[in-house]
């Protein structure tokens, strides 16, 4: 795979398991605390058997701020999926309008320097 899309797919990875340990336990909500934290931690782990690995391979490629930025918008659409599907929330216009900034961020970010 490419230098370029190897370290968004590995973020892509991580990121679908980081949102369910952080959020996952929401649907289970008769468990003991310390229940989910031990699972969510567990999760976590896989998910940094991707991370770092996509932030190590992405360094040649991107700088810090990219995939810092990258990792972000990554986040917020695998969350955007995560709770309408697993949690069963709505999407509205303020979240959508919201995402939509960041989003603009991230293209300052890649943009490179401005004139």
Not at 16 to 36: D, I, N, Q, S
Not at 40 to 68: D, M, Q, T
């Amino acid at each position: 795979m490419s230098p370029k899309l190897l370290p968004v797919a590995l973020l892509l990875v991580s990121n679908v398991f980081m949102t369910f340990a952080w959020y996952g336990h929401l649907k289970f909500g008769e468990r003991p605390l310390y229940v989910v934290v031990l699972a969510s931690w567990l999760i976590a782990f896989a998910e940094y058997c991707f991370a770092v690995p996509a932030n190590r391979i992405g360094h040649a490629v991107y700088s810090a701020a990219e995939l810092k930025t990258m990792q972000e918008v990554i986040t917020l659409t695998v969350f955007a999926v995560f709770s309408v599907f697993y949690l069963g929330e709505r999407l509205t216009l303020n979240h959508l309008v919201g995402f939509g900034c960041i989003g603009l961020g991230a293209f300052f970010v890649f943009k490179g320097p401005l004139p």
